[in-house]
Protein backbone atom coordinates (compact mmCIF):
# COMPACT_ATOMS: atom_id res chain seq x y z
CA UNK A 1 0.00 0.00 0.00
CA UNK A 2 1.46 3.52 -1.18
CA UNK A 3 1.63 6.11 1.71
CA UNK A 4 2.23 10.30 1.21
CA UNK A 5 2.43 12.17 4.01
CA UNK A 6 2.64 15.59 3.66
CA UNK A 7 4.16 18.18 5.69
CA UNK A 8 5.57 22.05 5.74
CA UNK A 9 2.51 23.60 5.85
CA UNK A 10 1.56 26.60 8.28
CA UNK A 11 0.80 30.34 8.56
CA UNK A 12 2.25 32.86 6.52
CA UNK A 13 1.71 36.37 5.47
CA UNK A 14 1.23 37.74 1.79
CA UNK A 15 4.16 37.59 -0.13
CA UNK A 16 6.02 35.12 2.26
CA UNK A 17 7.57 31.65 1.16
CA UNK A 18 6.36 28.34 2.31
CA UNK A 19 7.81 24.75 1.39
CA UNK A 20 5.61 21.51 1.26
CA UNK A 21 7.02 18.52 1.37
CA UNK A 22 5.61 14.98 0.45
CA UNK A 23 7.41 11.36 1.87
CA UNK A 24 6.36 8.67 0.03
CA UNK A 25 6.33 5.42 1.02
CA UNK A 26 8.01 4.33 -2.97
CA UNK A 27 10.53 5.57 -4.81
CA UNK A 28 8.70 8.29 -6.93
CA UNK A 29 9.57 7.03 -10.05
CA UNK A 30 7.59 4.08 -9.96
CA UNK A 31 4.82 6.74 -10.18
CA UNK A 32 4.26 8.71 -13.95
CA UNK A 33 3.23 11.62 -12.44
CA UNK A 34 3.30 13.25 -9.20
CA UNK A 35 1.40 15.98 -8.19
CA UNK A 36 0.37 18.82 -5.50
CA UNK A 37 -3.52 19.90 -5.37
CA UNK A 38 -5.08 21.84 -3.35
CA UNK A 39 -9.00 22.18 -1.66
CA UNK A 40 -10.38 25.40 0.37
CA UNK A 41 -13.73 24.70 1.37
CA UNK A 42 -16.61 24.97 -0.48
CA UNK A 43 -14.55 24.41 -3.37
CA UNK A 44 -13.35 21.69 -5.74
CA UNK A 45 -10.12 20.27 -5.65
CA UNK A 46 -8.21 21.62 -7.98
CA UNK A 47 -4.50 20.68 -9.41
CA UNK A 48 -1.51 23.37 -8.73
CA UNK A 49 1.69 21.41 -9.98
CA UNK A 50 2.64 18.18 -11.36
CA UNK A 51 5.74 16.44 -12.46
CA UNK A 52 6.77 13.93 -15.06
CA UNK A 53 8.79 11.63 -12.58
CA UNK A 54 10.71 10.45 -15.42
CA UNK A 55 12.35 13.76 -16.47
CA UNK A 56 11.32 15.80 -13.62
CA UNK A 57 9.47 18.36 -16.13
CA UNK A 58 6.54 20.96 -14.09
CA UNK A 59 3.17 21.46 -15.36
CA UNK A 60 1.52 24.09 -13.34
CA UNK A 61 -1.99 26.07 -13.00
CA UNK A 62 -2.00 29.32 -14.62
CA UNK A 63 -2.71 31.02 -10.81
CA UNK A 64 0.39 29.83 -9.25
CA UNK A 65 2.69 29.73 -12.51
CA UNK A 66 6.02 32.13 -11.82
CA UNK A 67 5.35 31.47 -8.30
CA UNK A 68 5.50 28.21 -7.57
CA UNK A 69 7.71 25.14 -8.04
CA UNK A 70 7.54 21.21 -8.05
CA UNK A 71 10.36 19.30 -7.43
CA UNK A 72 11.14 15.78 -6.61
CA UNK A 73 14.22 13.69 -4.98
CA UNK A 74 13.87 10.03 -5.73
CA UNK A 75 16.62 8.95 -4.17
CA UNK A 76 15.01 10.71 -0.72
CA UNK A 77 11.24 9.60 -2.42
CA UNK A 78 10.36 12.77 -1.60
CA UNK A 79 7.93 15.62 -3.33
CA UNK A 80 8.61 19.08 -2.90
CA UNK A 81 6.32 22.21 -3.81
CA UNK A 82 8.21 25.56 -3.21
CA UNK A 83 5.81 28.52 -2.85
CA UNK A 84 6.72 31.79 -3.34
CA UNK A 85 4.77 35.20 -3.68
CA UNK A 86 2.29 33.21 -1.71
CA UNK A 87 -1.43 35.11 -1.83
CA UNK A 88 -4.98 35.48 0.61
CA UNK A 89 -6.30 33.24 -2.56
CA UNK A 90 -3.56 30.52 -2.00
CA UNK A 91 -4.61 29.63 1.62
CA UNK A 92 -6.34 25.90 1.32
CA UNK A 93 -5.78 22.35 2.36
CA UNK A 94 -2.93 21.42 0.14
CA UNK A 95 -2.52 17.44 -0.93
CA UNK A 96 -0.01 15.27 -2.66
CA UNK A 97 -1.11 12.70 -5.08
CA UNK A 98 0.46 9.90 -7.06
CA UNK A 99 -0.98 8.20 -10.54
CA UNK A 100 0.68 5.14 -11.02
CA UNK A 101 0.25 6.13 -14.98
CA UNK A 102 -1.53 8.46 -17.05
CA UNK A 103 -1.25 11.20 -20.04
CA UNK A 104 0.37 14.42 -19.53
CA UNK A 105 -2.84 16.26 -20.76
CA UNK A 106 -4.87 15.01 -17.73
CA UNK A 107 -1.64 15.36 -15.10
CA UNK A 108 -3.39 18.63 -13.00
CA UNK A 109 -7.05 16.64 -13.20
CA UNK A 110 -7.60 15.29 -9.62
CA UNK A 111 -9.76 12.30 -10.85
CA UNK A 112 -6.64 10.32 -12.33
CA UNK A 113 -4.83 10.07 -9.68
CA UNK A 114 -4.65 6.63 -7.27
CA UNK A 115 -2.76 7.72 -4.00
CA UNK A 116 -3.62 10.89 -1.91
CA UNK A 117 -1.63 12.01 1.32
CA UNK A 118 -3.97 13.90 3.94
CA UNK A 119 -3.55 17.14 3.75
CA UNK A 120 -1.32 19.82 4.76
CA UNK A 121 -2.87 23.28 5.65
CA UNK A 122 -1.90 26.57 4.41
CA UNK A 123 -2.62 30.10 5.45
CA UNK A 124 -1.89 33.31 4.07
CA UNK A 125 -2.98 35.77 6.10
CA UNK A 126 -1.84 39.42 7.43
Known amino acids: QVQLLESGGGSVQPGGSLRLSCSTSAVTANFWYMGWFRQAPGKEREGVAAIDTANSAGYYADSVKGRFTISQDNAKKTLFLQMNSLKPEDSSIYYC???????????????????WGQGTQVTVSS
Open 97 to 115: AAMRRGHQSTVLNPAVYNY
